[in-house]
C-alpha cells in the first residue's frame, strides 16, 4: 500500500473540529433531555400512576430491544407525521436529519436513564421514607429533596458511563449522513480518498476522549466508595 | 396491515422473503459473533485478573481499545482500514471475497472483538466476586495456576455471570445492526429496502420491530432457562448486576457500571 500521509489530517482539522462539536452537544442534549425525561418515566412506573405506568413500561421494553439505527429511522419517518398531525393541517412537516438525531437520542436515552433511576430508587433505604413522614414532608418534598438527590448520587457513576456509551453510539448518526466526528472524516475520506488515516484518526479521537472519560468516573467512583463506607 | 409483505417485489420473491434472509443475517452474524467473543471474552477476563503483567497488561489494552471505540468506527476500521494496512498480497486476498461475505467477515470479527472486551469485564468482575478461598484451597491443594482457573475459578465465575451475560446476549444482536452501513442486508437494511420500495415504512419498520421484540424476548428466556440450570445451589447469585450492587450501598469494583450499561 501507500505510506501514510496524516498531512491531509492536519488540513482538514477545522472540519473533523466541527463534527466532534457536533457529536459532544448531541451527547449533551441527549443527555439533558433523557435525564430531565428518564426521571419522569422512572417516577411513573415508581408510582405505579395506572394505565401510564404500562405505558411507561412498553415503551422502555420496546426501546431497550430494539436497535438504536432502527430507532433512528423510525423517528426519521414518524416525526414528520406526527408533527403534521400536531399543527393541525395532516401534512407532514419536514424536520430535517439534525432534529431527528437530537430528539431520537433524547427520547431514545430517557429510556436507559429510566432504568437506572427506577433501581436507584427501589435502592432508597425504606428509613428515609418513613423519616419524611414523621417530619410531616409532602410526596413532593420528599421526593425533591430527600429522595432524588440521594438516587442521583449513588447512580452518578452509571449515569455517567451511560454517558460515555451514549457519546460512542452518538457516530450512528452517520445513517442519517449528518456531519458528527464520524461524518466529516468519512465525507473528507470519499473526497480526498485518503480512508486509512482518516479512520484510524478517528478511532484514536473517540479512543482518547472515552478512555479519558472513563477513567474520570472510576475516580469519583473510589472517592464516593470511601465516603459511603461505614 | 401487513398484507404489502405478501406482495411480490422486483426481483420475483416476496417482500417477507426479504425479511427473513435479513433476519438469516442478523442470526448467524449474532450467534457465530457470540462464540467469537465468549472464547475471546473469557481469556481475556482470565488475564484481567492474574498477577503476571506479562498477561494482565495486554488485556487491560485490549478491553480499554475495544471498548472505547464505537462499534461503527471498529466496523469501518475493519472493512476499510484493515485490508489497506496488511501486507498486499493479504490485502488483496481480501477485496476478492465475494459481496455478501465481503461485509459479512469483518462485520463477524468486528462484533466478536468488541463483545469479547464486553464479557472480558464481566468475567473479571465474576472471578473477583469468588471468595478467596476458592484461589487458596485450589493453592493448597497443590493444583498449578492453570489447573486451578480451568478447574476451580473459571467454572464458578461464568455460572455467577449467567445474568449478566443477558445484556451482552442482547447487546450482539442488537449491533448486528450497524453491519448495514458496510452494506450487508441485514434486518434493518432490508426493512428500510422495503420502506423505499413500497414506501409502507410503517409496515417495514413495524414487521421489523417486531421480530426484534421476539428475538430479545427468546434470549431473555433462554438465558434464564441457562441460569437456572447452572446456578451455584445456595449462592445468593449475582452481585453482578446494577440492582443488587445499588442495594448493596457500596458500590465497589468494576463491575458496576458494566453491568448496567451492558443492559442495552
Known sequence: ?230 | MFGVLFEQAADGQRYIDWLLSGLGWTLALAFFGWWIAFAIGVIVGVGRTVQNRLFSIPARLYVEIFRNIPVLVQMFLWYFVFPEVVPVTLGDAIKQIPPPWASFFPALLCLGLYTASRIAEQVRAGIEALPKGQMEAANALGLSGYLTYRYVIVPQALRLIVPSLTSEVMGIYKNTSVALTIGLMELTAQARQISEATFQTFTAFGAATIIYLCLALIAYQAMTLIDKAVRIPGSSAVTLTAEQDLTADVPQGGALPDAMEAAK
Open chain 1, 1 to 230: 500500500m501507500n505510506t501514510l500521509d496524516f498531512s491531509i489530517v492536519a488540513q482538514s482539522w477545522p472540519y473533523l473540529w466541527s463534527g466532534l462539536l457536533f457529536s459532544l452537544s448531541l451527547t449533551a442534549a441527549a443527555f439533558a433531555i433523557g435525564m430531565i425525561l428518564g426521571t419522569c418515566l422512572a417516577l411513573v412506573q415508581h408510582f405505579d400512576v395506572p394505565v401510564l405506568a404500562k405505558i411507561v413500561r412498553s415503551y422502555v421494553a420496546i426501546i431497550r430491544s430494539i436497535p438504536l439505527i432502527l430507532v433512528l429511522f423510525w423517528f426519521f419517518f414518524l416525526m414528520p407525521i406526527v408533527l403534521g398531525h400536531l399543527s393541525g393541517n395532516g401534512r407532514p412537516v419536514p424536520i430535517g436529519a439534525s432534529a431527528t438525531a437530537f430528539t431520537t437520542f433524547g427520547l431514545f436515552e430517557a429510556a436507559y436513564y429510566s432504568e437506572i433511576i427506577r433501581v436507584g430508587l427501589r435502592a432508597v433505604n425504606k428509613g428515609q421514607f418513613e423519616a419524611c413522614q414523621a417530619l410531616a414532608l409532602s410526596t413532593y418534598h420528599t421526593y425533591r429533596h430527600i429522595v432524588l438527590p440521594q438516587v442521583l448520587r449513588v447512580a452518578s457513576p452509571i449515569i455517567l458511563s451511560q454517558t460515555i456509551i451514549l457519546f460512542q453510539d452518538t457516530s450512528l448518526v452517520y445513517v442519517l449522513s449528518l456531519t458528527d466526528l464520524l461524518g466529516a472524516a468519512s465525507k473528507l475520506a470519499q473526497l480526498n480518498g485518503r480512508l486509512v488515516e482518516m479512520y484510524l484518526v478517528v478511532a484514536v479521537a473517540y479512543l482518547i476522549i472515552s478512555s479519558a472519560a472513563s477513567q474520570c468516573v472510576a475516580s469519583l467512583r473510589k472517592r464516593y466508595a470511601i465516603a459511603t463506607t461505614r
